[in-house]
């Protein structure tokens, strides 16, 4: 791979997915898209640069896939769905008690760890959640990793990375090496395809967006482009949670952090005019 060839990858992927990456990554596009380029009967890593520069859609997706970065297990980090459970559903429940609707959207959902964890949680509350809509969608550009999001199979491995034993034992089944998250819980949340650079206004409105270990693939500029297009699909009192080793400070001025909660964000105004009376962890709004 020459020093041209880097160059055009790198402003490619920046362009298709956000993902930037330095000086010192070549070694990544290499060995990921090594396989890549045997896959597609290309030579080298040359050759697959100049494929896209032409018109090849397949390969295009093959890349971009090939290159994001698709880590994700149950309760990742546990403290946000803690938050969720105890102080940000009982406040929407309250807050749209008229409506009895909640949407939620978790952005780069991967293979569905995350997104099925709320819906494993909700399941547990759905005695007091009955008569309630509650929608789940999980959106991600790569196509492959929506597919096992959907199949909802997790390797042993995968259902030992922070998935209680007894939620295993409930909501899954096993299935020889391989265990299944059970219909009820799949039928929860609705899957699509979604590039975050992309418009986001066909998706429509949400409550509460997950956007996690996302932004911190992304360069500045980027990172406030993203901000600010999913500030425009939120209520004045939607919730954001972001990951722990990310802010919006410095980064955008729609979203300002809930007191006492860590990675959870409200829009700027609605935040700073009930910051006398956020969310606790009493779980109301006391």
Not at 38 to 63: D, N, Q
Not at 202 to 208: A, H, S
Not at 209 to 233: G, P, S
């Amino acid at each position: 791979m020459t020093p041209a060839d880097f160059d055009f990858l790198r402003k490619f992927l920046k362009q298709r997915s956000g993902l930037v990456l330095s000086d010192d990554k070549q070694y990544l596009i290499e060995s990921r898209l090594t396989p890549i380029a045997r896959k597609h009967g290309l030579a080298s890593i040359s050759e697959i640069a100049a494929k896209l520069k032409g018109t090849a859609p397949a390969l295009e997706s093959a890349v971009v896939e090939a290159m994001t970065t698709n880590e994700s297990f149950f309760f990742r980090d546990k403290t946000p769905f803690d938050s969720f459970k105890e102080v940000m559903l009982p406040h929407l429940l309250t807050a749209r008690a008229a409506q009895k609707k909640i949407r939620i959207w978790c952005a780069a959902a991967s293979t569905g760890q995350e997104p099925y964890t709320l819906a494993m949680m909700l399941d547990e509350m759905k005695a007091r959640l009955a008569g309630w809509r509650v929608e789940i969608l999980g959106t991600d550009l790569s196509t492959e990793v929506l597919e096992r999001a959907k199949a909802g199979a997790y390797t042993q491995f995968e259902v030992q990375r922070g998935l209680p034993i007894q939620m295993l034992m409930r909501y899954f089944r096993k299935e020889e090496s391989n265990w299944r998250i059970n219909e009820a819980i799949r039928s929860m949340v609705q899957y699509r395809e979604w590039n975050l650079l992309s418009d986001l206004r066909p998706l429509g409105q949400f409550d509460v967006v997950f956007c996690r270990n996302v932004l911190i693939y992304f360069d500045q500029a980027t990172k406030t482009k993203v901000l600010e297009a999913i500030a425009q699909q939120m209520p004045a009192d939607g919730l954001l949670y972001l990951g722990g080793a990310e802010t919006v400070l410095g980064i955008t001025s729609r979203f300002a952090p809930l007191p006492n909660e860590r990675g959870v964000y409200g829009l700027a105004g609605a935040a700073a005019a009930k910051n006398s009376a956020a969310p606790r962890r009493t779980g109301s709004l006391a």
